[in-house]
């Protein structure tokens, strides 16, 4: 076992270079004795002792170099034989007075421990967070994607007939880019993931897979990692079907063997040989709405027909030529697309067509890319919070050093020596804060990177790697900057005279205090800001749970069921898949059981075009509507509510006539007058010549489900029988708990002869969660930071009160020894800081105001300046700071006058 | 040139480096003063006594080759030299007639 790579990358830098090796080599069998199990404990064991370490031995290079030559460990004992100069001590180089200011530093550091802790622990919760969030920005938003020449791939999407951004175009479309758009090197396509069904030894597996062009890969520059990629007639219709395997399936399913090129695959009834094998780690990575997971497990040869113009399912993926830019191979395959407009009318007619390239990367990150930049935002306010903290704590010393410095001064040390060693002093500060910061965000990525939602695209990419590292140490040098500044502007100006006069009790205390006073107010202002953001995320999670989905997810399991393929006539998969649901109907604790060909929330959905007046003569030339087919007892499964009509029987699947469901919206968009039932309409759907006439036999309430956010297209429901599938979900309702019936369905299915295996068991419910997945995981991190944000404040509050609490002992005693009341020393220190909120409020409320439309696309039923987030959150505020001068302020009142008279 | 005395850490690092047969690494030092002296030091300090004793003189040290397993890793061994164990011997000899006749007194 080896620790973690970030703490070894510290050792190694911070290590002498004979020690490096073994110190690391015994450090990791040392964690393997006390850790045996490995975990987070070990890696956090070791993140103390790579500190430790780095600590120990950089204090002991500088002691080292310090004692000079002669001594042991110098330079110039090493080189022996060499005799050495001793140079007076004045004429020392300006690196040396700064390696001695810098051990002065740390041993001045060491001598308060307390307060050291305080500011690294402070300036670690505020790094910390910094380095996980950069780790996500970094391998989501910055890392190049891990294909050849990345930044000249781009994805094609199209707007067409009212679908706007569609990632799909059609098969003779990708051939004509290919031969006729000059600035475009080459267009590769890759079709939807689908299930498909492999049988070894008697053992079936439901894997993924996705159809490509046999060019993709090459022009993506990833090879097979065994055997070959796909060849150039394997893409023409009809042309052999073979088949690439992922390293995960070769792996699990072959062992791992060499020889798996040349067998046969058994898939979905039919062999098929394996050319090759995939490399480890190979993903394609496509955008929101390509459908199209990353981890395929079986790649099949594409093979496109010139003639299929009309079907725009396909994700094309083009590489832009040298020399070109996207935006310029986009206005040519605009170009293209005007002049197939006019080569083809009949099948784009009235499409509106029209295609856009989008640069891979950032069509990939878009959807995610707004959250992890809030929660930069988030994490760049709790370190300017944490360096505030951290200004404040020092000033306080500083005030206390007051005496010390002046002393020195008086003696001759240079102003511009004592601003140097303040400014050390921030800086190592800073440093191991950088170091346990650097721990913290390790452990806060590793659970991050457990609990988030499925929906980030490139987890994989997420490392803390060199440029995290990199970044932790800018923050920290920033931080070191940011928090050092003040206290060493102060140490400049520090006024030797009075200080020793005065003995150091009041000095420049006025000008100290309102420093102090100042930090206070913006850390009251920053986390007001933050506050809001997690406020308006709590208000918008909130909102999302309230919202009527038009169908109830209680109860339903959901269970895909494909049939064995290929040889079945519809009536005969009718047949099978009519008794299935009979039989599952009548097992205990089964309510109500239907099916559909799209489980709703599930990311996927089918456009229709529709007409009321008949004009739909080809596809694309009506208003668009979802489509599914769904069994009969669908709609009572999943709770949708029939509004008018009736509900589909057996019947309408043994007759086969174009009877469908439609839902309100629709209804009301086609017959306003509320008199759908019975009405006949065209719908085209997949081919344009392919428009059936249908009958309106019911009306449902509408469902959520393509988005839980909003309505996004009418729905029209068709009876199971007219659709070609025999890769059904079934959807059944229980009894209490849904889980219990899983079981008893699969037996079912067995029994009746499916002949594949039912697979992707899930809760509705886990798609409502899943919907709203992303959102809850922002709000757990937005929160985390606020808690962090607020406990940063109140401990600055806190700390500033107590100060001034201990600076006005004496008064305090003067004022309760002329009768004054403990409730009015409460109450004079309570009012200090409600003052410094009251300021402090306002200035986060405006800020807040000026970030909020960065955080509007998230945001959902809530408005971006909600007014129940800015006024609640002003009041969690006051409370912390009447609750955290509350503290020393009742400890001040409770002085015995006496005491504090003669002390101070 | 009075030498400086050792350290604390220094003595048991020596110590334990010789009850361990005068051949041994830094992962049984550190258990051996947890186990014998009933005192948890710092790994760092330990390794950075090692360091400053190997540069006395008072212990050699060397690079053993990896262990003969898989995965095996190569490690710094160290050995007292006459030297360390004349310094030792200095020390004990200096601290015992410290205590000599301070028996009484310790046990009024």
Known sequence: MRGPPPARWLLERVLPPDERVGVVNELDEAMDAAFPEGGWRAGLWYWGQATSFALGFAVERLRERAAGPGSPGSRHEEREGRPSVRRPRRREGWMAGLRRDLVFAVRTLLKRPAFTAAVVATLALGIGPNTAIFSVVNGVLLRPLPYASPESLALVRIDLSGLEQHPGIAQAEVLDFRARAELLEDVGAVSREFTASLT?????????????????????????????????EEEVPDGPRVALISHGLWERRFGGAPDVVGQDLEMNGTRVPIVGVMPEGFQLLLGPGTSLSPNIDLWLP???????????????????????????????????????????????????????????????????????????????????????????????????????????????AGRSRIVREVLLESLVLAFVAGAAGLGLGWLGLETLLAFQPGSLPRVDDIVLDRQVLLFTLGAASLAAFLFGMIPAWQASKADVQSALREGGRRGSGGVRVRTRNALVVAQVAFSVMLLIGAGLLIRTFNELRQVDLGFDPEHVVTLRAPLNGGELEPEERWGIYKQLLDEVR??????????????????????????????????????????????????????????????????????????????????????????????????????????????????????????????????????????????????????????????????????????????????????????????????????????????????????????????????????????????????????????????????????????????????????????????????????????????????????????????? | ?????????????????LRLGNETYGVPIVEEIESCAGRSVPRAAVYIALRRLRQKGLVSSWMSEPDPVPGGKAKRFFKVEPEGIEKLAEQRSALLSMWEGLQPTLDR
């Open chain 1, 200 to 232: 070894a030894e008697g053992r079936m597996e439901a894997v993924l897979a996705a159809n490509v062009t046999p060019n993709l890969f090459p022009m993506l520059g990833v090879s097979p990692s065994l055997g070959r990629s796909f060849t150039a």
């Open chain 1, 302 to 412: 594409m093979q496109l027909d010139p003639e299929f113009r009309d079907f725009w399912a396909f994700r094309a993926i083009a590489r832009v030529e040298d020399g070109a830019t996207i935006a310029q191979a986009e206005a040519e395959i605009q170009s293209i697309g005007a002049r197939l407009v006019e080569e083809y009318p009949d099948e784009y007619a009235n499409s509106d067509i029209r295609f856009y390239l989008h640069p891979l990367h950032s069509d990939l990150v878009q959807s995610a890319r707004p959250a992890i930049l809030t929660l930069l935002g988030a994490v760049t306010l709790v370190l300017l919070i944490a360096c505030t903290n951290a200004a404040g704590l020092l000033v306080a010393r500083m005030k206390a050093r007051e005496k010390e410095i002046a002393v020195r001064a008086a003696l001759g």
């Open chain 1, 586 to 904: 009548t097992l205990p604790n089964v309510a109500a059981a239907g099916g559909t060909s799209i489980i709703p929330l599930s990311n996927q959905g089918m456009m229709a075009s529709y007409s009321t007046d008949g004009s739909l003569d080809t596809n694309w030339n009506g208003s668009s509507a979802d489509y599914r087919w769904v069994f009969p007892g669908y709609f009572a499964t999943m709770g949708v509510e029939l509004v008018a009509g009736r509900t589909f029987d057996a019947g309408d699947n043994d007759e086969l006539v174009g009877r469908v469901i439609v839902d309100e919206t629709l209804a009301w968009q086609a017959w306003p007058n509320g008199d759908a039932i019975g009405q006949h309409f065209t719908i085209g759907m997949g081919s344009a010549l392919d428009t059936t006439l249908v009958e309106v036999v019911g009306v449902v309430s509408h469902s959520r489900i393509l988005d839980v956010r909003r309505e996004v297209r009418p729905q029209i429901y068709l009876p199971y029988r007219t659709g070609p599938g025999g890769n059904m979900w079934l959807t059944v309702r229980a009894e209490g708990d849904a889980s219990q019936v899983v079981a008893s369905v699969r037996r079912v299915a067995e029994a009746v002869g499916t002949g594949r295996p039912v697979h992707s068991v899930r809760s509705m419910e886990s798609y409502v969660e899943e919907a709203m997945a992303g959102t809850r995981f922002t709000l757990l991190l937005m929160g985390t930071l606020a808690g962090i944000a607020l406990l940063l404040s109140g401990v600055g509050i806190y700390s500033v009160i107590a100060y001034l609490v201990r600076e006005r002992a004496h008064d305090t005693g003067v004022r309760l020894a002329l009768g004054a009341q403990r409730v009015d020393i409460i109450r004079m220190n309570v009012k200090e800081g409600l003052a410094m909120a009251a300021l402090g409020v306002p200035l986060g409320l405006g800020g807040a105001v000026g970030l909020s439309r960065f955080l509007e696309s998230q945001l959902f039923g809530v408005d971006a300046t909600d007014p129940v987030t800015y006024v609640g959150i002003p009041l969690v505020l006051v409370a912390l700071a009447i609750l955290a001068s509350y503290i020393p302020a009742s400890q001040a009142s409770k002085l015995d006058p006496a005491t504090a008279l003669r002390d101070a």
């Open chain 2, 1 to 17: 040139m009075a030498r400086k005395s050792l350290g604390d850490i220094e003595q048991l690092v020596l110590l334990s480096i």
